[in-house]
């Protein structure tokens, strides 16, 4: 199972400086995955907890591309579809997949920021609709075209999310759930694959909560979220460690210290 990092694109802190601490610091520590996130307007509800500068995430990870190895695969969690136009997402990661040497995974998801999509005049209640039909574009265009085609990944949980990542994705990409919530839809369901987004809140005592989201508790704990989710079968957990502080962005000193426990004691039970 691969182990991936959701990086802070956004925030006060982050900088192309700090964009190359964060994957000399992903590459270091041995993940697989450096993955960043996606908004386009940046109106009130998203800069609440994803304030300027936010980066775009096709220019971010091309450039980070650059300067990473070609063992680190790169992504989008996730990418919203219905904001852009399926044909140019197509050429978009299509070049990407082949300039990084088919290091990208598409991450795609409808999006909930209502004022953001107002903003770009892109209808709020036809997000799942237009999700559905971009990604039948997407994919339709790389056949046509001979394209390289990237993994996708569909997020969300909901039942028309469950049967996108079904039908279109090649793997579910659920964030921030519970262990036993993804369980029990990995128990109904027949998805291509799985490949989870989890947070990353170490604590210094064991969380007694049994709706704990996967990642949130003490060092065991995630440890053995880490080995429910491989025994699960996910071929890729991504750690998400930004906690929606916009403050967290200037310290990311201790993200990296959680990482780095994390990575140690994953590799010692493995």
């Known amino acids: 199972m691969q182990l991936g990092v959701n990086v802070p694109n956004f925030g006060p802190g982050t900088d192309p400086g700090l964009l190359r601490d964060w994957a000399r ?11 960043v996130s996606d ?14 500068p936010f980066y775009d995430p096709f220019a971010t990870l091309s450039w980070l591309a650059g300067v990473t190895d070609g063992r680190l695969r790169l992504g989008t969690t996730v990418l919203v579809l219905p904001y852009r136009n399926p044909l140019l997402v197509a050429r978009m990661s299509s070049s990407l997949h082949r300039l990084s040497g088919g290091r990208f995974v598409l991450g795609v998801g409808v999006g909930w920021a209502r004022q953001e999509f107002e903003a770009l005049g892109v209808p709020f209640g036809a997000r799942g609709r237009l999700t559905d039909e971009y990604l039948w574009a997407v994919r339709e265009s790389w056949v046509r075209q001979r394209d390289a085609a990237a993994p996708v990944w569909v997020g969300g949980h909901s039942e028309a999310a469950i049967r996108r990542a079904a039908e279109l994705g090649d793997a579910w990409h659920p964030l921030r759930l519970p262990v036993e919530r993804m369980r029990s839809v ?24 049994p709706d704990r989201p996967a990642g949130v508790g003490d060092l065991e704990q995630v440890v053995a979220d880490l080995r429910e989710l491989h025994g699960l079968g996910a071929e890729a957990v991504v750690l998400d460690p930004y906690h929606g502080d916009p403050e967290e962005t200037r310290r990311p000193e201790t993200a990296w210290r959680a990482l780095t426990a994390v990575s140690e004691a994953w590799r010692r039970s493995s």
């Open 25 to 35: 610091v992903v590459e270091g520590l041995g993940f697989d995955l450096l993955m």
């Open 39 to 52: 908004h386009v307007a940046v109106t009130a509800d998203v800069a609440e907890r994803y304030p300027e």
């Open 186 to 209: 990995l128990e109904r369901h027949e998805l291509p694959g799985f490949a989870p987004r989890i947070a990353l809140r170490l604590t210094d005592e064991p969380v007694p909560d």
